[in-house]
């Protein structure tokens, strides 16, 4: 069966070191999105891509970047990881087709503690 | 920003009848969806309303008005495991745009 998976689902680093959280997915989507959700603010986009080779900042994309190098894969890296940056991390994908609803499907999660 | 609000928490009783609403920003709207989230779980995707009137799905329903830029979700016979948080998401249009915008969810406890 097709589906969305992250790794890991739990992560503890220290401020300051790099951090990549790996997204993968089985669906063949063209569209893979990225969210944290913290209590208070609700899921929040922190960057997206449309396809191979694209990638766009969401609304809190500071400190974070993304690559896409096949349709699979969208690794999420915090540059250097710093306390605010603890919270929960989603993947999602959608097939980006022109017409229909194209709704978002989520991994897991990924809890991320930035001590 | 497009704000997406809906209240923050609703309690009901178990087999009774539970609407929660959503209002959000009606410029460039271009479909809405509804989710349901577990606690420490991912959220797993309700309904999609992009046209006025009302969508059924078994026990859940969801209600569209494009206009009052208003829309609400309604859970009948309400479970024990219905005890979740539901997320109320809209799409903005654009040139290629996917993206959701998401409200800060209503947390529904369901009692016996």
């Known amino acids: 069966d097709a589906e969305i998976t992250q790794s890991p689902r739990h992560k503890i680093t220290e401020t300051g070191r790099q951090v990549t959280l790996a997204c993968h997915q089985t669906?063949?989507?063209?569209?893979m999105f990225w969210y944290r959700q913290d209590l208070g603010h609700g899921l929040r986009l922190i960057h997206y891509s449309y396809g191979v080779q694209d990638t766009n900042k969401g609304e809190v994309s500071d400190g974070y970047s993304v690559s896409r190098s096949n349709t699979e894969d969208l690794p999420l890296t915090l540059e250097s990881a710093a306390s605010s940056q603890t919270s929960v991390y989603f993947c999602a994908s959608s097939d980006g087709g022109l017409a229909g609803a194209d709704t978002q499907y989520f991994g897991p999660g990924t809890r991320l503690t930035v001590l | 920003g497009q704000n997406i609000d809906q209240p923050t928490e609703m309690t009901a009783t178990e087999g009774a009848i539970v609407q929660i609403n959503c209002t959000y920003q009606?410029?460039?709207?271009?479909?809405l969806f509804w989710y349901q989230q577990h606690a420490g779980e991912a959220p797993t995707f309700l309904s999609y309303?992009?046209?006025?009137g009302l969508e059924e799905k078994g026990r859940f329903s969801s209600f569209l008005s494009r206009s009052k830029g208003y829309s609400y979700l309604l859970l009948k016979e309400l479970q024990m495991k219905d005890s979740a948080s539901y997320l109320c998401?809209?799409?903005?249009?654009?040139?290629?745009?996917?993206?959701?915008?998401f409200g800060k969810g209503t947390k529904l406890s369901v009692i016996p």
């Open positions: 009606t410029s460039g709207f271009n479909g």
């Open positions: 309303n992009v046209l006025d």
């Open positions: 669906w063949n989507h063209n569209n």
């Open positions: 998401a809209v799409r903005y249009s654009g040139a290629g745009s996917y993206q959701l915008t």
